[in-house]
């Protein structure tokens, strides 16, 4: 079954499908009105994401660890977490918010 990459007006849905109808079926079946801006038959049936893409490059840092110590230091709360790892990464409030928000939904 070949893989879809299916953009609408707020997401980017991956999905297996067996044609172009079922990916657009599915796509408005979960978002329901948002547009479809464009659909996209992946060439393989994996999907890469580049980890420069994310801000995650090989500097030898682990923004994983440290926002998870961060997060166990701030007894799960995350604004203080924010802080935390905003002091001691010297990362800015976006990058920040992201590294901690992106650790509690994989429930670190």
């Not at 547009?35 to 992946?42: A, E, Q």
């Not at 890469?48 to 995650?56: A, D, P, Y």
């Not at 090989?58 to 997060?71: K, M, T, V």
């Not at 701030?74 to 203080?80: I, L, M, P, Q, R």
């Amino acid at each position: 079954m070949p893989l879809f990459e299916v953009e609408t007006d707020s997401h980017i849905i991956i999905t297996w499908a067996n044609d172009e109808q079922n990916a657009t079926s599915h796509a408005e079946e979960c978002y329901p009105g948002e547009s479809i801006v464009r659909l996209t038959k992946r060439p393989r049936d994996s999907w890469v994401i580049s980890k420069g893409v994310l801000g995650v490059t090989n500097s030898g840092d682990d923004p994983c660890g440290q926002a998870r110590d961060c997060l166990s230091k701030a007894s799960g709360d995350k604004v203080h977490a924010i802080r935390l790892y905003m002091h001691e990464t010297g990362k800015d409030l976006e990058q920040s918010r992201k590294a901690i928000e992106s650790n509690m939904l994989i429930g670190w």
